[in-house]
């Protein structure tokens, strides 16, 4: 028997506000259209149920649209069962329409879902169950018994909190979670694991690496799959680029250093040591690589080289005011940088841009 | 510090030079363009080494000093440091720092504490601070009293001439600050990004205000929906119930015409008390009647018509005899064609034209025919004639001689090809009634026959007359021979001139022609002759078969004008006869097959009425009726039946038991209804899609505000580095000054104090740097000095900044020729001054003239 544990969707969610206008109204189409094939995924692939972990909405009010969304992808996968539970942010996506069959819901009490002999389970937490429910679970332990849940992993009790060690010891195979993006897992005991599936799409650059759902497959014995499935990955990466006096040279070596995908998104920081009174390329740079991947953003981290010894023998206005930014203990090194780079082209009559 | 010696190797265009320094002021005089500035290059090469000539650099030392002759560019300056003896040895690439060479040796030995900028370590300042400091010429001393003291300074320490100075400086961080915050007019763009950050705020307030507002909207959209549904379910609860109704209706109008059905059957059966007959049956009588109807109808009409009879008498008549057999009409067939053949022989030979020369023939013989005696006597004549012309041709002069008389044709052969081709013609005509193509083909036959045997006969004929001719000579035998000829001419011409012939072709031609003409015109004759007795031949051959086809023809009173008529009138009598016989036969037979055929018919009637009850009268309507009747009937009663299926059906499948109660709905009200408030519900999901995408344009302002906070933050970090970066400049500003100008002044002071007596004015100098004299108890500016009390200040003011920027180590210092403007007196007081300087420092003085030596 296959399933797929899938959680986060976020749908409606708005995107990154350091994505483009056009960027983010693209990726929230895409972010719908990933679960769409998730849903065609699991139809084509004999999945008999598809177990939303929560956050299959960005809101406790989501639209209308995308509520009808939802449902009709549910509604149209008939041979596939979605057991929707519901998390801290989609407290208000419950379903109004006429009966799905394939639609299984949770409540706040555990609900139980049989499918020969897997049980699935799972409850809804609020703040009058968030204790109570580690003593109200009850697995047979000769079912295969996977439990879903909605929460950060504590290790105390509370709302839109899991915490494992209560739930060790209970006959769970599996455990299902939502709520964290990124995708993990660890033993919860002897028996079983827990596994967070992550986001189906990474919003923003807070959200790098492959996105997708967990696959799993039951036999005699339970064995699970991270299968990447995001329409495109989110990179955040470093690019050295010491020495280099301007942006093309800057360019190259980024090129050289990230390996670009053209489906996806970057992040790229450069950093290294440059010349000190060197123009900010990260805009620059940006502009070459665009044609590189889908979406780039490029931020200025390098450090500007200033030999103060050059300074320190330097009888005039430029190295007292050198010495005195130096030696000044209410600014940070980057704010002691830049005034520095702006004084010294204020005092060479250039212009200085910050 | 303090310099012992230098060895120029090769620099500029110093070469091979060595000079040794001593305490205090060493002086040195050499003309222009020895090398002085090249000399203070040198020293500066030597303690700090130059920097590397590029391509694209400025003209700089390296490539200044540079020897043009080659050699080692470089040497050495040996001087006393730290109470150490050093030595510098530097050797120069003509382009480039890295290949230059350095050696520091210390007491003779090379050793490495100094390290490259050697003049750094030594001194503790750079380059460009030692440059400023040590040389002094004669351009740089002169002081500007309007000058602040950071263009003083800064300018003295940064060598620069132009405005890059802190007041530039902090003018364009003023500028810079400015547009992110104006202090008076609030603006800038720190206060814009403020207030497009406020107003995205009050549109993002805005936008989460619909979103607010959408719960409520999404609570009346299931309202809607809910009560849609119920309505939908009253509709359709309502069109079921109307459903049933029409279908009871429907089972309503099948008993109806069930029982319409039954009321039929009965009439009809009605009619039929004794019982409809099976249609079987009544098709059958009414084939009968038909088939009665036909025989009657057929017994109308006679084949065999009176008129018929009245010719079939008459022919029988006619043949009581017999009908003549074939053979006979093909006998007598050939018969008349046979006597048509002879009458047209006879016609021919009757019709027979003569030609024309026959025609002349007869017109020339006819009144009188020439007897043989006069053609005896004729040729007689011409044999004398002939004679006599031979005579006379043989006479010397003339011959005569006589045309061959022409052969005759062969007219026998012609006549018989003539008679041939007549009787084809004539076969040809009498078939033309027969065999139309045979008596075509006669015909034709015929006629080309007679046109090819006339024509070969005249081709003939033509052929064989002969020319005569004759020539005659004249002598006097001759003449008499002419003269008998001549008279034997004229009895010629007696004999044939009566006939019409001339001689002017000459006697013996006209006599030949006679003869010719005689003998044509015999044979005419006899041709008449013989025409006359086979024409008679003919037509007595021609009269006795027309008797005896008169005798054939009038057994039968066959009396047509002519015998083709008669033999087919005959021939069509025959026939005509033949067939009234057979067509006779026929019409008894018919009328016999008539007469059972309507005694069957009418007793089968007959039969079928009594048994059924059924009027004779008008039968054949009567039965049409039953007949209608009895489909009808069975029509109705299947149809009755599959009524009654039907409706028991009708009511199984449609469940009919109960019928339904009261009136039935108003459908168009509840839908009208529904309608509206489908409408409404439209409206409201629309309102709601339409703040949906207002409320995720919140989405996108919050994006704009994140990024307009960002901006907002930048900028304010933007002039927080701005205005901190004036603050420093302005604080080093003041360290600078605490730092360098307070013991700059104080030392220009102490300097000035050692003026006082040299210049005999007091000097002062305030904390601007600005130079100004005490005269008369009053300050006044330092304009009014004299070109060399100014640079005598201005020498105050380096040494002070000696004292100030050397720290421990003070440097020499080379003067080259700085009191060119210093009078006779002022300069020996300057002597005096350089005198008391040179207790403590090193002074190398260069002088072009004697007169300024110290």
Redesign the interface.
């Known amino acids: 028997m296959k399933l797929i544990h899938a959680a986060d969707i976020h749908l ?1 969610s ?6 483009p ?1 056009e960027i ?1 109204a693209k990726r929230k189409e895409e972010l719908r259209n990933t679960f769409l094939r998730m849903a065609d995924y699991a139809a084509a692939n004999g999945v008999a149920a598809v177990l939303l972990a929560g956050d299959v909405f960005d809101s406790d ?1 989501p ?3 995308d509520k009808d969304f939802f449902y009709s992808v549910v509604k149209n996968h008939p041979a596939v069962d979605f057991l929707y539970l519901r998390g801290n942010h989609d407290c ?1 996506g419950g379903y ?1 329409g006429e009966p799905l069959p394939n639609l299984k819901t949770f409540a706040n009490t555990w609900t139980f879902y049989t499918y020969g002999k897997v049980v699935i389970g799972g409850i809804e937490t609020d703040g009058e169950n968030a204790s109570s429910l580690y003593s109200t679970l009850a697995l047979d332990k000769d079912a295969c018994n996977i439990v879903l849940l909605h929460g950060q992993i504590a290790d105390n009790t509370g709302k839109d909190k899991v915490c494992l060690k209560k739930l060790r010891g209970r006959n769970i195979d599996y455990l299902a979670l939502g709520h964290v993006h990124k995708p993990q897992a660890g033993r919860l005991d002897e028996r079983g694991e827990y596994a967070y599936c992550g986001c189906l799409e990474g919003r923003g650059f807070d959200e790098p690496g492959p996105h997708g759902f967990m696959l799993l497959e039951i036999g005699d014995t339970l064995t699970r799959t991270f299968v990447p499935f995001a329409e495109r990955e989110i990179v955040e990466t470093d690019a050295d680029i010491t020495g280099k006096a301007d942006a093309y040279a800057a360019g190259v070596a980024v090129r050289r250093e990230v390996a670009f995908d053209r489906r996806n998104l970057y992040r790229v920081n450069l950093v290294g040591e440059v010349a000190f009174d060197t123009e900010s390329m990260a805009a620059d740079v940006q502009k070459y690589l665009s044609n590189e991947c889908f979406y780039i953003s490029v931020k200025d981290r390098t450090r500007r080289a200033l030999d103060i010894a050059a300074y320190e ?6 190295g ?2 050198v ?3 130096y030696a ?1 203990g209410d ?1 940070t090194e980057e ?1 002691k940088q ?2 520095l780079r ?2 010294l082209r ?4 250039e212009e ?1 841009d ?1 | 510090m303090k310099l012992l010696s230098c060895y120029i190797e090769n620099f500029g265009k110093i070469r091979g030079e060595s000079l040794t320094f001593r305490d205090g002021l060493t002086s040195v005089c050499e003309k222009n363009g020895y090398g002085k500035t090249t000399l203070a290059a040198f020293f500066k090469a030597m303690f700090y080494g130059m920097d590397s000539s590029f391509a694209r650099t400025k003209f700089n030392d390296r490539a200044h000093y540079c020897p043009f002759g080659g050699g080692v560019f470089g040497g050495n300056v040996v001087f006393l440091y730290r109470g150490k003896t050093y030595k510098i040895e530097r050797t120069f690439d003509k382009a480039s720092e890295t290949k230059d060479t350095l050696t520091v040796y210390r007491d003779g030995v090379p050793c490495t504490e100094l390290a490259d900028p050697v003049g750094e370590a030594i001194f503790g300042i750079d380059k460009a601070s030692f440059e400023r400091t040590v040389f002094i010429t004669a351009g740089e001393v002169a002081l500007s009293s309007t000058d602040s003291i950071n263009t003083k300074l800064n300018n003295f320490l940064e060598g620069s001439d132009d405005d890059t100075n802190l007041r530039a400086a902090t003018e364009r961080l003023d500028k810079q600050i400015k547009t992110y915050k104006k202090q008076k007019l609030s603006a800038g763009l720190i206060q814009d990004e403020t207030a497009r950050g406020n107003e995205l705020k009050e549109r993002i307030a805005n936008c989460t205000a619909i979103r607010n507002g959408l719960p409520a909207k999404y609570e009346r959209l299931r309202a809607y929906e809910r009560e849609i549904k119920e309505r939908t379910d009253a509709v359709t609860a309502a069109q079921n119930e109307n459903v049933v109704r029409a279908n009871w209706e429907h089972y309503d109008k099948q008993r109806a015409e069930i029982a319409e059905s039954e009321r039929r059957i009965a009439a009809i059966q009605a009619a039929y008390p004794f019982g409809i007959p099976p249609e079987e049956e009544t098709e059958q009588a009414a084939a009968y009647a038909a088939a009665l109807e036909r025989e009657r109808a057929l017994a109308q009409k006679k084949i065999f018509t009176e008129e018929d009879a009245a010719k079939y008498a008459a022919l029988r008549e006619k043949f009581s005899a017999g009908v003549p057999a074939e053979e006979a009409l093909t006998d007598a067939q050939e018969a008349i064609g046979r006597v048509q053949a002879l009458r047209a022989e006879a016609a021919a030979l009757r019709a027979r034209q003569d030609t024309e020369k026959d025609a002349a023939l007869r017109h020339r013989f006819s009144a009188h025919a020439p007897t043989e005696q006069d053609r005896a006597k004729l040729e007689e004549a011409c044999r004398r004639y002939k004679i006599t012309d031979s005579a006379y041709e043989q006479a010397p002069d003339y011959l005569t001689a006589a045309a061959p008389a022409p052969a005759a044709p062969p007219k026998k052969a012609a006549l018989i090809a003539a008679v041939i081709a007549a009787v084809l013609l004539v076969a040809g005509v009498a078939l033309l009634f027969v065999q139309l193509i045979a008596g075509i083909v006669l015909l034709a036959l015929g006629a080309v026959g007679l046109l090819a045997d006339g024509f070969l006969y005249l081709n003939k004929k033509s052929g064989s007359r002969a020319q005569a001719g004759a020539m005659q000579t004249e002598n006097p035998e001759k003449a008499a021979i002419r003269a008998e000829r001549e008279r034997i001419a004229s009895e010629i011409g007696a004999q044939v001139m009566p006939y019409g012939y001339s001689l002017q072709n000459g006697a013996l031609y006209a006599a030949a022609a006679f003869l010719e003409d005689c003998k044509e015109y015999a044979g005419l004759q006899k041709k008449d002759e013989e025409r006359a007795a086979t024409l008679a031949q003919k037509e007595e051959r021609a009269a006795a078969m027309q008797k005896k086809l008169d005798a054939f023809f009038g057994g039968y009173g066959a009396y047509a004008d002519n015998d083709i008529r008669r033999l087919m009138q005959l021939r069509t009598d025959i026939s005509d006869f033949r067939a009234l016989q057979k067509r006779r036969e026929d019409s008894d037979a018919a009328e016999r097959s008539n007469r059972d055929a309507m005694e069957r018919a009418r007793g089968a009637l007959l039969a079928y009425c009594r048994t059924y009850h059924i009027a004779e009268e008008g039968i054949a309507q009567r039965l049409k009726t039953v007949l209608a009747d009895g489909r009808a009937l069975a029509d109705e009663t299947k149809a009755l039946q599959k009524k009654k299926v039907d409706a028991a059906t009708f009511r199984e499948s449609k469940h009919l038991t109960d019928r339904p109660a009261g009136e039935a709905a108003d459908l168009a009200e509840m839908n009208g209804m529904l309608n509206r408030l489908q409408d409404e519900k439209n409206r409201l999901s629309q309102q709601i899609a339409e703040d949906e995408r207002d409320a995720e344009r919140g989405d996108a302002l919050q994006n704009e505000l994140a990024e307009s906070e960002e901006r907002l933050a930048e900028y304010k970090r933007r002039y927080s580095v701005l205005v901190k970066t004036k603050e420093f400049l302005e604080l080093a500003d003041f360290r600078l000054k605490e730092k360098y100008v307070r013991p700059i002044r104080e030392s220009f002071l102490s300097y000035s104090a050692l003026l006082e007596r040299a210049l005999g004015e007091t000097i002062v100098i305030d904390a601007n740097f600005n130079v100004r004299f005490e005269h008369g108890g009053i300050e006044r500016s330092e304009e009014h000095l004299s070109a060399g009390q100014r640079s005598i200040c201005a020498l105050c003011f380096r040494l002070a900044l000696i004292d100030n920027m050397y720290a421990e180590e003070k440097p020499f210092l080379i003067l080259d020729d700085p009191f060119v403007n210093l009078d006779g007196e002022h300069l020996q007081k300057v002597k005096a001054l350089l005198a008391e300087l040179a207790k403590n420092m090193q002074i190398v003085y260069f002088s072009c003239h004697e007169s300024r030596m110290m």
């Open positions: 409606g708005k995107m990154d506000s350091r994505f206008a983010a009010m639209f209308k649209k208000g109004e023998k330097d009888v005039s206005l430029k007292e005011f010495r005195a930014v000044a600014c704010e830049q005034i702006c004084g204020a005092l060479r009559g200085f910050l």
